[in-house]
Antibody, heavy 118, light 108 residues
Framework: QVHLVESGGGVVQAGKSRRLSCAAS????????MHWVRQAPGKGLEWLAV????????SYSDSVKGRFTISRDNSKDTLYLQMNSLTSDDTAVYFC???????????WGQGTLVTVSS | SYVLTQPPSVSVAPGQTARITCGGN??????VHWYQHKAGQAPVLVVY???DRPSGIPERFSGSNSGNTATLTITRVEAGDEADYYC???????????FGTGTTVTVL
């Protein structure tokens, strides 16, 4: 059974950095692209970034491009999101998700809350 | 950028049918996926590729997609179906993944 567990959330000051992790189990991690998605308080789901199965390709939403970096360590079955220059608009629950096929987010973690304080 | 528009809310009595629309430019040419999201929980895929259901999802959930509108239909609605629902597509033009604005389903 697929299991995704995000960690690394917490309170961080505006302008600072934070790295989130997503530990994967129950599937062959290195065979699947992975995504980060977030939900700000009272808002909907927002796609942030995707990384290919081997980590050679990625893509970002316009809202985080240049500030956030998605990466993975297939030897550790772990996905990462490095977040820099954080603002209050980045306050959200951050989810990692496994992708099936081209674009189906078929499994999700429970999320980790990041609160950016000014 | 590609935009998906959903009604903010849909209310339905138990046992009745809920229909949630997802509007996008020529969305009928794309594969649409639908997610159920309850507060504090992980989102759950309920329909993929317009109308297919993952294993474990009741037949009460179905989808369709044509023209500029995709629709998620929930028949014989139950109290446990109360949740936010999101449509989602991949936009090859921008190489971005797009979620709809979300619809809150309330069971009266």
């Amino acid at each position: 059974q697929v299991h995704l567990v995000e960690s690394g959330g917490g309170v961080v000051q505006a302008g600072k950095s934070r790295r989130l992790s997503c530990a994967a189990s129950g599937f062959f991690f290195s065979s699947y692209a992975m995504h980060w998605v977030r939900q700000a308080p009272g808002k909907g789901l927002e796609w942030l970034a995707v990384i290919s199965d081997d980590g050679s390709k990625n893509s970002y939403s316009d809202s985080v491009k240049g500030r956030f970096t998605i990466s993975r360590d297939n030897s550790k079955d772990t996905l990462y999101l490095q977040m820099n220059s954080l603002t209050s608009d980045d306050t959200a629950v951050y989810f990692c998700s496994k992708v099936d096929g081209e674009s189906i987010f078929d499994s999700w973690g429970q999320g980790t809350l990041v609160t950016v304080s000014s | 950028s590609y935009v998906l528009t959903q009604p903010p809310s849909v209310s339905v009595a138990p046992g009745q049918t809920a229909r949630i629309t997802c509007g996008g430019n020529n969305i009928g040419s794309k594969s649409v996926h639908w997610y159920q999201h309850k507060a504090g929980q992980a989102p759950v895929l309920v329909v993929y590729d317009d109308s297919d259901r993952p294993s474990g999802i009741p037949e009460r959930f179905s989808g369709s997609n044509s023209g500029n509108t995709a629709t998620l239909t929930i028949t014989r609605v139950e109290a446990g179906d109360e949740a936010d629902y999101y449509c989602q597509v991949y936009d090859s033009t921008s190489d971005h993944f797009v979620f709809g604005t979300g619809t809150t389903v309330t069971v009266l």
